[in-house]
T-cell receptor, first 115, second 118 residues
Framework: DTEVTQTPKHLVMGMTNKKSLKCEQH?????MYWYKQKAKKPPELMFVYSYEKLSINESVPSRFSPECPNSSLLNLHLHALQPEDSALYLCASSQDLAGDNSPLHFGNGTRLTVT | AQKITQTQPGMFVQEKEAVTLDCTYD???????LFWYKQPSSGEMIFLIYQGSYDQQNATEGRYSLNFQKARKSANLVISASQLGDSAMYFC???????????????WGLGTSLAVNP
């Protein structure tokens, strides 16, 4: 069983909808990540939060808006998405962003389809 | 230039045999971590094994072992006694410094698709 929980597992939304992806971890990790993954490609980093502060934004379009309400929760708010945003969205956590090389632990992902 | 190279887009192995998945890396950072992840068709990204740049011994986790050759900058994954459930995409990744603030990012290879035949 994964220790990083993502909801929902699947999401279909129209281009005018607003939706949110949720991620939760209870491993005491202080870094949390959002990745986007297209089929048969490696994950692409979108955002990193470290100690609940946004540390890395990989020039992601503003229609994706991350939020870290507390050290265990990470949200990704979606608004006015495009069909090319359809992908698997993975959340991950690690002990820290800096100072160590500990592994990232991933959730099961949300399969997003934009119609 | 690719920092993580996986030269085998697809591999086949017979059930119960061992298989080696290749990974070479490029970094000038003296402190880095090497990882292998497994991603079945269902999508979850499963952490398999970790090797630190200063580790003297090769990492092992059950049927997985990492053949770490630092001078050659290679970190091959060996899966012993393959099982049907091992059929998946396997990604090699490296965590290294990316900025002066000591932040570290994960750099990914393109993956190897492994099929285990009965």
């Amino acid at each position: 069983d994964t220790e990083v929980t993502q909801t929902p597992k699947h999401l279909v939304m129209g281009m005018t909808n607003k939706k949110s992806l949720k991620c939760e971890q209870h491993m005491g990790h202080r870094a949390m990540y959002w990745y986007k993954q297209k089929a048969k490609k490696p994950p692409e980093l979108m955002f990193v939060y470290s100690y609940e502060k946004l540390s890395i934004n990989e020039s992601v379009p503003s229609r994706f808006s991350p939020e870290c309400p507390n050290s265990s929760l990470l949200n990704l708010h979606l608004h006015a998405l495009q069909p090319e945003d359809s992908a698997l969205y993975l959340c991950a956590s690690s002990q820290d962003l800096a100072g160590d090389n500990s592994p990232l632990h991933f959730g099961n992902g949300t399969r997003l389809t934009v119609t | 230039a690719q920092k993580i190279t996986q030269t085998q887009p697809g591999m086949f192995v017979q059930e119960k045999e061992a298989v080696t998945l290749d990974c070479t890396y490029d970094t000038s950072d003296p402190s880095y971590g090497l990882f292998w992840y497994k991603q079945p068709s269902s999508g979850e990204m499963i952490f398999l094994i970790y090797q630190g740049s200063y580790d003297q011994q090769n990492a092992t986790e059950g049927r997985y072992s990492l053949n770490f050759q630092k001078a050659r900058k290679s970190a091959n994954l060996v899966i012993s006694a393959s099982q049907l459930g091992d059929s998946a995409m396997y990604f090699c990744a490296m965590r290294e410094h990316v900025d002066a603030g000591n932040n570290r990012k994960l750099i990914w290879g393109l993956g190897t698709s492994l099929a285990v035949n009965p």
